[in-house]
């Protein structure tokens, strides 16, 4: 019988998750058909991320269910194999997909941001116990990694680059290259790299600042903004590291607030929200249960239900 991890997930051979393997999506499309996956521009830097056991693919919070993993194989010989991930299909796509084609009022603005840190503040958490799981970091969180399910929440995709804290011997799985995940996402500590690696917060905290621009690019379509990715007025559209720590480290500049924000009292929260969240220093960024708690007022005040 083949090795599963603590989650019943077939391991590979050194014991990894499948993360490259070919997904399958039950419920897609023929290949060719609706879903079509768009070119990024802002590819990922860095190579395949050290997250071995225990965690089942995607992950998402309480808010609505989880991503819908199905089942993971793994096929192969000694000189070759391939991994399987099966998931459900979710025909909207990215977040960023969905963005392009979809405004928001503030309700599923609200819907989005709560159901995202949800998913982010789960993976963030130890749980302990047989059906526990590590704390997890995810290292590139932007909209084209998160999906967006057919009743308007999201979920946390994409953990190919995730680091998990291994509380029993007090160890971050430790990457090998610290700036991997996407230039553009990239928080000030990793695109100097100053992020202290031993210290499994830094990671989260990492996570936090592109949660916080991921707001940014949710909240703008709200006030029927154009979609736009962070720093689009203010790098190239496939920007080098030392364009992005030009403007992210050294003029320390931040996506900017339309005007139209401050006169809605909703959008100002979440404003100030996504300013905490990419603070320069990461110790005064937010953490993932802070940001969900305040959503969670901010849905109860609009009398709005999951
Ligand atoms: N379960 C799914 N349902 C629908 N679309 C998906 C699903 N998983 C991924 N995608 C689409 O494929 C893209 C790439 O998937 P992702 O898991 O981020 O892999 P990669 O490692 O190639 O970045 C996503 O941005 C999204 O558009
Ligand atoms: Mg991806």
């Known amino acids: 019988m083949r090795p599963t991890s603590p989650r019943g997930v077939p391991e590979g051979p050194d014991g990894t998750l499948p993360q490259r ?16 996956r768009q070119a990024d521009p802002d590819a990922e830097a860095g190579g395949q991320g050290p997250l071995r056991g225990g965690v089942d693919g995607e992950v998402e919070g309480r808010a609505g269910g989880r991503q819908g993993f199905i089942a993971a194989d793994i096929k192969g010989t000694g000189s070759w194999t391939q991994l399987y991930l099966i998931t459900d299909y979710h025909e909207n796509g990215s977040l960023y997909d969905y963005l392009g084609s979809n405004t928001l009022d503030v ?3 609200l ?5 995202s840190i949800s998913g982010l503040c789960h993976l963030h958490t130890e749980i302990y116990g047989t059906q526990g799981k590590p704390a997890i970091a995810h290292r590139d969180l932007k909209s084209k990694n998160i999906l967006v399910k057919k009743n308007g929440t999201c979920c946390i995709a994409d953990l190919g680059l995730a680091v998990k804290f291994n509380s029993d011997t007090n160890e971050v799985d430790i990457p090998r290259n610290l700036r991997v995940g996407t230039k553009r996402y990239m928080p000030p500590e990793v695109l100097d790299e100053t992020l202290n690696r031993n210290y499994f917060q830094s990671f989260m905290m990492a996570d936090m600042y592109s949660l916080g621009l991921i707001l940014w690019e949710m909240t703008r379509r709200c006030m029927v903004e154009d979609p736009q990715l962070p720093y689009y007025d203010l790098v190239p559209s496939d920007p080098s590291y030392e364009d992005m720590r030009e403007v992210v480290c050294f003029k320390k500049q931040r996506p900017s607030f339309p005007n139209r924000w401050s006169s809605d009292e909703c959008l100002r929260q979440v404003g100030k929200l996504m300013f905490e969240c990419w603070a320069h220093n990461p110790a005064s960024r ?13 849905l109860e005040s609009q009398d709005i239900k999951l």
Do not use: E, I
């Not at 819907?111 to 159901?115: G, P």
């Not at 937010?286 to 901010?298: F, I, N």
């Open 21 to 36: 393997g070919l997904r399958l999506w039950l419920g897609a499309p023929p290949a060719g058909a609706a879903h079509h």
């Open 107 to 109: 309700r599923a603005l």
């Open 111 to 115: 819907k989005l941001a709560y159901s």
């Open 286 to 298: 937010l953490t993932a249960l802070r940001v969900k708690k305040t959503l969670v007022k901010m």
